[in-house]
């Protein structure tokens, strides 16, 4: 057996004739694949590009099933539930499982479909072998949203998802839904027909009960904002989503700790009622790109490290210039003018705090400006 010792993100496995044919017409497609071919149809020059196991594929999925974000099998789709499922886990870590039929009739969505991507790359895999994709997910065949996969693609993270299954029932099931964005961006809805009829979308807690005095038998709420269980009440299920939407003016004296900042950033958080887990970013002065507080604290929570020179900063109108923090850094504030250029915005939700070595502004995300890709700035961090 060969296996990759560098793997590509995606496996195609054939064990047939016809089956390896069709997995070198996907894998001449698909550079970002790795290929796996049964001993027996192995070619001349195979040594290179296409890997090998003996003729018992379950071995091969025994051993590198979890190696790999999803898989391509042209197998029969009972042999294909077989062998998986004692290397099966959790729908959080499963990677996807595709199957393609030995004359490519149909590519068939077999194991996690939304969270491990098999619903996209069951499309993908059709459209290249000219199959029918076949996907049963309900949000998928409904048209409607995808409960867990609600903003993912830019970064959104369930606060908890402990009533996802039931919140998603109640979307699947047609029942009076409420989506209440506060922030985020607002470009999420990718399928060409339009919203479900009983999906409403508004911007605030009021605007929801104006056109629903009942309430809703699900909130999908999507904000930076703690919330409290009174204004949760509208309905029985809730699922609120973290948005990367708040932008860490942060500046310090040189050499301050990791908890001294860590310290401020969550009780100032914590103060302005806001979620940790909607932080985009720090932003600060390319003095400070080396902070080794900075730098800690953004390996930490994976959060970029953004730099802006001083005549960048000098650009933004800030509410607390200071001649005393220019005369240092050239600048005439930091961590204000910082926050507002990251944010794309010009207000700010907290003006400069200094508290002990650390201040700290606070900005929320310009989205109608800002990208759903953050370009790349100079001087940014981003960790590893």
């Known amino acids: 057996m060969r296996i990759a010792e560098n793997p590509k993100p995606y496996a195609i496995v054939g064990i047939t004739k016809h089956g390896a044919e069709l997995a070198r017409q996907l894998a001449d497609q698909m550079p970002d694949a790795d290929l796996y071919l049964s001993e027996k149809f192995l070619q001349e020059g195979d040594e290179e590009t296409v890997y090998s196991f003996p003729t018992n594929v379950r071995l091969l999925l025994e051993q590198i099933f979890h190696n790999y974000e999803g898989w391509i099998l042209l197998i029969s789709l009972g042999a294909v539930v077989r062998m998986i499922a004692p290397v099966l886990k959790d729908k959080k870590v499963d990677p996807a499982v595709v199957v393609v039929d030995d004359k490519a009739q149909f590519a068939i969505s077999v194991l996690s479909g939304h969270l491990g991507g098999a619903n996209a790359l069951t499309e993908r895999v059709a459209g290249i072998l000219g199959a029918a994709p076949v996907v049963t997910t309900a949000s998928d065949v409904s048209g409607t949203i995808a409960v867990d996969l609600l903003g993912r693609e830019f970064g959104w993270k369930i606060d908890d998802d402990r ?66 269980e009174d204004q949760l009440s509208i309905a029985p299920y809730r699922v609120v989503y973290r948005p990367k939407s708040i932008v860490l003016g942060l500046g310090c004296n040189r050499g301050t700790s990791l908890e001294e900042i860590e310290n401020v950033v969550f009780t100032t958080l914590e103060q302005q009622r806001l979620s940790w887990k909607s932080v985009a970013c720090i932003a600060t002065i390319s003095l400070k790109k080396d902070e080794e507080g900075f730098l800690a604290l953004s390996q930490k929570y994976g959060w970029p490290l953004v730099a802006y020179e001083p005549e ?73």
């Open 163 to 228: 009533q996802v299954t039931p919140a998603s029932a109640a979307v699947v099931n047609e029942e009076p839904v409420v989506v209440i964005q506060e922030t985020g961006e607002t470009n999420w809805w990718k399928r060409k027909s339009p919203i479900p009829k009983q999906i409403q979308v508004v911007g605030c807690v009021e605007e929801a009960r104006a056109i629903r005095a009942q309430g809703y038998n699900a909130v999908l709420w999507v904000s930076d904002r703690l919330l409290t």
């Open 312 to 384: 960048e900063l000098n650009r933004v109108p800030i509410p607390n210039p200071s001649d005393t923090v220019h005369k240092f850094t050239g600048a005439y504030g930091v961590s204000e003018p910082a926050a507002m250029l990251s944010a794309s915005t010009d207000q700010l939700l907290l003006e400069k705090t200094a508290s002990g070595n650390v201040t700290i502004a606070l900005a929320r995300v310009n989205f109608s400006k800002k990208s759903s890709t953050t370009p790349a700035v100079e001087g940014m961090e981003v960790p590893s």
